[in-house]
T-cell receptor
Framework: DQQVKQNSPSLSVQEGRISILNCDYT??????FLWYKKYPAEGPTFLIS?????DKNEDGRFTVFLNKSAKHLSLHIVPSQPGDSAVYFC??????????????FGTGTRLTIIP | DAEITQSPRHKITETGRQVTLACHQT?????MFWYRQDLGHGLRLIHY???????NKGEVSDGYSVSRSNTEDLPLTLESAASSQTSVYFC?????????????FGPGTRLTVT
């Protein structure tokens, strides 16, 4: 049972335009969400996160939006750059009192930025 | 600089052999995790540890084992390698304190079971 879903395996966007990557989740216990970026032959690297007490978090060109009622989050990249071409993973966790956590990952979306 | 390393980076082994993948982190993180990445499945959790001598099964733990004898290392052992275990394996760590949930990943080990 896939609790975190990324329904678009791939996405192509023109350089300079906005890239929007989507993620849906089913587990209502999830209250912390992260995006990771992965280049070929490298490990995933943390990009941006959001807690369920917020509906938006920005970091430079990257913005994550959370719609709790729809159990949906999205990552916006604007403007898109060639170096943004990578696989993006959405991940979710339930916040614990101990600071321990497991992450549940989506299947990933391959973003290609077209020069 | 603190880091997380994995070795070997590439491994080819035969069906039935025992294989151990190493993971070493120098951040002094409490939590360590092992994932496998397969096309169409994303990253799936194999085993994880919240501290020395603590180990827990993830969603795809069958055929794998881990042990945590110190803070820095969490080796992953495939007891009897199977072709279905051909995959890319990632180790990750996180502080486990302070309400931070980001995990930091190693570079991965590509394992081929023939």
């Amino acid at each position: 049972d896939q609790q975190v879903k990324q329904n678009s395996p791939s996405l192509s966007v023109q350089e300079g335009r906005i890239s929007i990557l989507n993620c849906d989740y089913t587990n209502s216990m999830f209250d912390y969400f992260l995006w990771y970026k992965k280049y070929p032959a490298e490990g995933p690297t943390f990009l941006i996160s959001i807690s369920s007490i917020k509906d938006k978090n920005e970091d430079g060109r990257f913005t994550v939006f959370l719609n709790k009622s729809a159990k949906h989050l999205s990552l916006h990249i604007v403007p898109s750059q060639p170096g943004d071409s990578a696989v993006y993973f959405c991940a979710a966790s339930a916040i614990s009192n101990f600071g321990n956590e497991k992450l549940t990952f989506g299947t990933g979306t391959r973003l290609t930025i077209i020069p | 600089d603190a880091e997380i390393t994995q070795s070997p980076r590439h491994k080819i082994t035969e069906t039935g052999r025992q294989v151990t993948l190493a993971c070493h982190q120098t951040w002094n993180h409490n939590n360590m995790f092992w994932y496998r990445q397969d096309l169409g499945h994303g990253l799936r959790l194999i085993h994880y540890s919240y501290g020395v001598h603590d180990t827990n099964k993830g969603e795809v733990s069958d055929g794998y084992s881990v042990s945590r004898s110190n803070t820095e290392d969490l080796p992953l052992t495939l007891e009897s390698a199977a072709s279905s275990q051909t995959s890319v394996y990632f180790c990750a760590s996180s502080p486990g304190t302070g309400g931070t949930y980001e995990q930091y990943f190693g570079p991965g080990t590509r394992l081929t079971v023939t």
